[in-house]
């Protein structure tokens, strides 16, 4: 069992920056790929981008390349995801999910975060 909590979340301008960050409990993080997701207002949930088990390989869609970079600290049991240049469509919710079958693109995530929201002004 794997349990995730995201932070960082807030309130920001278009053009800002925030850092959401995503710890994990349990021992076998450091084995298992990551994921970030976000689910704004009315819409299904989507995958924003991924990272392997070990750092050395990401993903991140199109709307969001440039922008944001996904890092992790397996010392720590953390992962991040930069984003930079934020717009109004950012706001969202943001999860991060893993699980044993996970992969950088998104699929396999057994388990999810409670999410932390983002709100982007204009």
């Known amino acids: 069992q794997v349990q995730l909590v995201e932070s960082g979340g807030g309130l920001v301008q278009a053009g800002g920056s925030l850092r959401l960050s995503c710890a994990a409990s349990g021992r076998t993080f450091s084995s298992y790929a990551m994921g970030w997701f976000r689910q704004a207002p009315g819409k299904e949930r989507e995958f924003v981008g991924g990272?392997?088990?070990?750092?050395?390989?990401?993903y991140v869609v199109n709307s969001v390349k440039g922008r944001f970079t996904i890092s992790r600290d397996n010392a720590k049991n953390t992962v991040y995801l930069q984003m930079n240049n934020l717009k109004p469509e950012d706001t969202a919710v943001y999860y991060c999910?893993?699980?044993?079958?996970?992969?950088?693109?998104?699929?396999?995530?057994?388990?999810w975060g409670q999410g932390t929201q983002v709100t982007v002004s204009s």
């Open positions: 990272i392997n088990w070990s750092g050395s390989s990401t």
């Open positions: 999910a893993t699980g044993p079958q996970a992969t950088a693109r998104g699929a396999g995530m057994d388990y």
